[in-house]
């Protein structure tokens, strides 16, 4: 297997780090897929939910691959309707710095019936010299209480 160049990659399952442009050879039984995220990705992962309407995503734990800039944007609605055509729904920008090591969580835009007024974040950092899995009950690096405004979360 070779990487596209010009970037690093990311190991999903256990967080080791692979430089770009070389060849690997790597384990992948059918029981066990093969993932690779790219350096500079956020994922955001919520908690357990069997339906849209069953609890509230909350807390929301974010997986950091550092390495480069990255960026994304978290939307949320009623989940029920079509209210978000009629502009009833809300985002959240996110973005990290490398150079700095600072995730920003940027200004909530827009609002919706039953939008938390207070959610969770669980901030967890994977980086070339402390690589994690992607695990969501292992303990986050940092948690960030949110109402809405800017905050910066710089890694530890």
């Keep these: 297997m070779i990487q596209p160049s010009g970037t ?30 790219k350096e500079g990705s956020i994922i955001p992962c919520g908690p357990d939910i069997q339906y849209v309407a069953e609890k509230p995503a909350d807390p929301i734990r974010l997986f950091v691959y550092t390495g480069s800039d990255g960026s994304f944007s978290l939307y949320e609605d009623e989940n029920i309707n079509f209210n978000y055509e009629k502009g009833k729904f809300s985002t959240i920008p ?4 490398e150079k700095k090591h600072i995730l920003t969580i940027g200004k909530q835009q827009g609002k919706f019936t039953g939008m938390l007024k207070i959610r969770t974040f669980e901030i967890k950092w994977v980086s070339k ?3 994690s899995g992607f695990d969501s009950l292992s303990n986050p690096y940092a948690i960030v209480k949110y109402d809405g405004a800017l905050q910066s979360v710089k890694m530890q």
Excluded: C, M
């Excluded at 399952?13 to 060849?23: D, V």
């Excluded at 690997?24 to 029981?31: L, S």
């Design 8 to 37: 690093g990659w990311y190991i999903l399952r256990t967080g080791k780090y692979i430089n770009w442009g070389q060849e690997i050879i790597a384990d992948a039984p059918y029981t066990d897929i093969l993932l690779f995220v």
């Design 94 to 97: 996110f973005s990290y710095n």
């Design 129 to 131: 010299d402390k690589p």
